[in-house]
């Protein structure tokens, strides 16, 4: 597959600027996950790329070709939707075929070519089946399958498993990475899910308001966001923001609190406990602060009192600056 490099896109509908001078490039054989709240514009880039809506202003290559001006046919993009956009009273074999129809190849080279997919991607003994009668993770397949038979360039996926039941999707979240590694797909995938991307993207990109806010490694957005924006949009609970004096904001990630002081020169904020959540594998209290709400993480074992006053401490080298006017990170409050 090719990669792709867009540049100063822009879009508007009826005035409103949808996206701005976005910039984006996914490598050859990579997986970036677009992560952004709703409205945010996602699934309008998706919609340029493939082609079925029209850039006001800027540059779309595939491969390093100029895309800008082809037909959805000839920029040769796979898209996967909600549920695959499989067709559902049609055999997996046909749903495989389906790309190829209109094309000029025989019948035989089109079995030839379902076949040697179906094989590749273990669907050969289900080719008679209908998708209903497939498993989520066959269905998924199915979809790729689709997009090797015809030698797509690009797989754009816009939530393709906001419908799968939540026990299975951990388990076709890993399926999808290790058939996008296998045959070295390159993706982009849409999601308003943090913890989704923070799984499947070799770089996630933040788009908020039309623009790409980060682009990185899935690590390098949760430690060291580019503004207050990304901070605030990755983490569960989120990031913790106080003012600073200094004319800008601490933010500091509720693990990176204890109420156990390790250093005298730790930072400590007193409160009042809240509420107490027990997520399971640890508990979340909030503290009632005089600089606003603050989230602690800590063991299932401590216990913590409605009420009770607790001083929460974080070393200064885990903490985040960003300034109050436009939210940029700022150097640690260390350098
Ligand atoms: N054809 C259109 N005409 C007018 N406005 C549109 C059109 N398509 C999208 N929009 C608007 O553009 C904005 C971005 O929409 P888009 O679907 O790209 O967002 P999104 O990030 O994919 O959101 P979601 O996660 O809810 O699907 C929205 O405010 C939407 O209403």
Do not use: W
Not at 13 to 21: E, K, N, P, T
Not at 104 to 113: E, G, I, P
Not at 282 to 308: F, K, M
Request: charge should be neutral; proline fraction near 5%.
């Amino acid at each position: 597959m090719a990669g792709l490099a867009i540049r100063k896109l822009c879009k508007s509908f009826a005035g409103r600027i949808v996206l701005d001078h976005l910039e984006l490039s996914v490598d050859p054989g990579q997986l970036v996950v677009l992560l952004g709240a709703s409205g945010s514009g996602k699934t309008t880039l998706l919609r340029l790329i493939a082609g079925l809506e029209t850039p006001d202003a800027g540059e779309i290559a595939i491969g390093g070709r100029e895309v800008g001006r082809l037909s959805p046919r000839q920029r040769n993009v796979s898209m996967v939707f909600q549920d695959f956009a499989l067709y559902p009273h049609m055999s997996v074999g046909d749903n495989i075929a389906f790309p190829l129809r209109g094309r000029k190849f025989s019948r035989a080279q089109v079995a030839s070519k379902v076949a040697d997919v179906a094989e590749k991607l273990g669907l050969e003994a289900l080719l008679d089946r209908r998708p209903d009668q497939i498993s989520g993770g066959q269905q998924q397949r199915l979809a790729v399958a689709r997009a090797l038979v015809r030698d797509s360039q690009l797989l754009l996926m816009d939530e393709p498993l906001s419908n799968v039941d939540v026990r299975r999707r951990d388990a076709m979240r890993y399926e999808l990475r290790s058939l996008q590694k296998e045959f070295a797909l390159t993706v982009l995938y849409v999601t308003h899910d943090q913890t989704e991307a923070m799984l499947l993207g070799d770089q996630i990109a933040v788009i908020d308001r039309g623009v790409i806010q980060q682009m990185a490694p899935p690590d390098v957005i949760y430690d060291q966001p580019a503004n207050r924006f990304v901070a605030q949009f990755i983490g569960s609970p989120p990031m913790n923001f106080i003012p600073d004096g200094r004319a800008g904001l601490l933010g500091i990630r509720p693990e990176d609190l204890s109420f156990r002081s390790a250093g005298e020169d730790d930072l400590k904020i007193d409160g009042v406990v809240d509420a107490v959540q027990c997520l399971g594998s640890h508990n979340v209290v909030h503290l009632r602060t005089d600089e606003g709400p603050v989230a602690v993480i800590v063991d299932r074992q401590q216990r913590v009192e409605l009420g009770e006053q607790l001083t929460a401490c974080a070393a200064r080298c885990r903490l985040h600056r960003f300034a109050t006017s436009d939210g940029a990170r700022l150097a640690s409050p260390l350098i």
